[in-house]
């Protein structure tokens, strides 16, 4: 098993504020865990015992409307933890958790996290902040699926997949989302959403390769975000 200490990912989240001893408490207490593409790592309405600290691959987080369809809320990458906020309030988690891609990722159970919060003043503080983060995020989503119309949000969503993840070898945005999953996030139909791509790369602002998307005019792409 990995030593939490010697882990770079821990850089990347609330882990990095812990002393030599609270990581060997949480090293000796962690299970690790493999996820292959398409996996539920958890469902929502669950309870949890402890938080995931993702070590490789992606997941989206998804809700389902009062009609069944899902919503893809958020996405998650390497360094991001999950189910914190269901651990902090003691309640059941509101998101289900899906595989994009094979992942690893390490368990730790809410006592060590308690443990920490109680004892680790910059581990509460940071705690917090990442909720208080989560928050503003989701304010700043509501305000967009409200206020922006589909063609911007498209825009928008774009934008930060390729900020989030990055680009692949062949240029292309570093995350592969079907089209269901693409409407799924901005709010439509399926076929809308393949519509407005097709415009996109009619225009020349991306361009598609299978699945895949690429970025051609990034600061068009700004400007529609905008309503421009």
Same mark, same amino acid.
């Given at each position: 098993m990995g030593n939490c200490h010697q882990c770079i990912i821990r850089e990347f989240n609330t882990l990095k504020t812990l002393s030599s001893e609270e990581l060997k408490e949480v090293s000796n207490h962690k299970n690790e865990l493999i996820f292959?593409?398409?996996?539920?790592?958890?469902?929502?309405?669950? +309870? /949890?015992?402890?938080?995931?600290?993702?070590?490789?691959?992606?997941?989206?987080? !998804?809700?389902?409307? &009062?009609?069944?369809? $899902?919503?893809?809320?958020?996405?998650?990458?390497?360094?991001?933890?999950?189910?914190?906020?269901?651990?902090?309030?003691?309640?059941?988690?509101?998101?289900?958790?899906?595989?994009?891609e094979d992942m690893a990722a390490c368990f730790i159970p809410k006592k060590d996290i308690f443990d920490s919060i109680q004892n680790n003043k910059d581990f509460s503080k940071d705690m917090f902040k990442v909720v208080?983060?989560?928050?503003?995020?989701?304010?700043?989503?509501?305000?967009?699926?409200?206020?922006?119309?589909?063609?911007?949000?498209?825009?928008? +969503? /774009?934008?930060?997949?390729?900020?989030?993840?990055?680009?692949?070898?062949?240029? !292309?945005?570093?995350? &592969?989302?079907?089209? $269901?999953?693409?409407?799924?996030?901005?709010?439509?139909?399926?076929?809308?959403a393949i519509r407005l791509l097709s415009e996109l790369k009619k225009d020349k602002i991306i361009s598609l390769v299978g699945k895949k998307i690429k970025i051609e005019d990034k600061e068009a792409l700004k400007r529609i975000g905008i309503g421009f």
């Open positions: 292959k593409k398409g996996d539920v790592i958890f469902k929502e309405g669950s +309870m /949890l015992n402890g938080v995931y600290c993702i070590k490789e691959g992606k997941c989206k987080l !998804t809700r389902l409307s &009062q009609n069944g369809k $899902e919503q893809i809320v958020k996405f998650i990458k390497h360094g991001d933890m999950l189910g914190y906020r269901s651990v902090l309030s003691e309640e059941p988690v509101s998101l289900s958790v899906v595989a994009l208080c983060h989560d928050l503003k995020d989701a304010n700043a989503t509501l305000t967009n699926m409200a206020q922006k119309t589909v063609r911007e949000r498209l825009a928008d +969503m /774009l934008l930060f997949l390729d900020e989030t993840f990055g680009e692949a070898e062949d240029g !292309t945005i570093n995350i &592969q989302l079907s089209r $269901e999953e693409i409407s799924n996030v901005i709010g439509t139909a399926t076929e809308s």
